[in-house]
T-cell receptor
């Protein structure tokens, strides 16, 4: 079955602390994974994708096929990182995404 | 560019009423999608379209119909609204799955609209 699991509904950290948002997936093919973010009163937007191996706003995510994970990490959280984060898995050849249920990150001052 | 726009922003319906949600994009994207977002459920794909005149079912298509008569527009219809269809509806669009040739940043990125909050009483 194709599935994306984000085990934490809410993650609360203090400013400057490291943060890791967990994402696990289930997919029989070669996975294409993404992190999307929704800041307060803004629309959902792409944060990063594993194929690009990029760092955006200090966030990185590494695909671990052995553990079927794609955790999002940032060494020093900032208050402006507070948002809803969704992990997504592309299935099929038409760009369809399966989203996890999301993790709300709250960075306290 | 306006990006992806959705009309209306809010709507309240009575059970059994019908309505159409409009999604428009000005980025010349081939693919368009309709999602619903329910508390604690993330986003779930309702229907999608890979080009003008084509549509396909997603994960939760029952109770909805769609049309893509023009490339820039993707309509989502509720023929007989039910309380279970109370949700926030998001439209998204993207280039084809290969993105723009040679532009890896365009690969499969979906651009989202601001959402439509629908309540069915």
């Amino acid at each position: 079955a194709q599935r994306v699991t984000q085990p934490e509904k809410l993650l609360s950290v203090f400013k400057g602390a490291p943060v890791e948002l967990k994402c696990n997936y289930s997919y029989s093919g070669s996975p294409e994974l993404f992190w999307y973010v929704q800041y307060s009163r803004q629309r959902l937007q792409l944060l990063l994708r594993h194929i690009s191996r990029e760092s955006i706003k200090g966030f990185t995510a590494d695909l671990n096929k052995g553990e079927t994970s794609f955790h999002l990490k940032k060494p020093f959280a900032q208050e402006e990182d507070s948002a809803m984060y969704y992990c997504a898995l592309m299935v099929g050849s038409q760009g369809n995404l399966i989203f996890g249920k999301g993790t709300k990150l709250s960075v306290k001052p | 560019n306006a990006g992806v726009t959705q009309t209306p922003k809010f709507r309240v319906l009575k059970t059994g009423q019908s309505m159409t949600l409009l999604c428009a994009q000005d980025m010349n994207h081939e693919y368009m999608y309709w999602y619903r977002q329910d508390p604690g459920m993330g986003l779930r794909l309702i229907h999608y379209s890979v080009g003008e005149g084509t549509t396909a079912k997603g994960e939760v298509p029952d109770g909805y119909n769609v049309s893509r008569l023009k490339k820039q527009n993707f309509l989502l219809g509720l023929e007989s609204a039910a309380p279970s269809q109370t949700s926030v509806y998001f439209c998204a669009s993207s280039y084809s799955s290969s993105g723009l040739a040679g532009v890896i940043s365009s690969y499969n990125e979906q651009f989202f609209g601001p959402g439509t909050r629908l309540t069915v009483l």
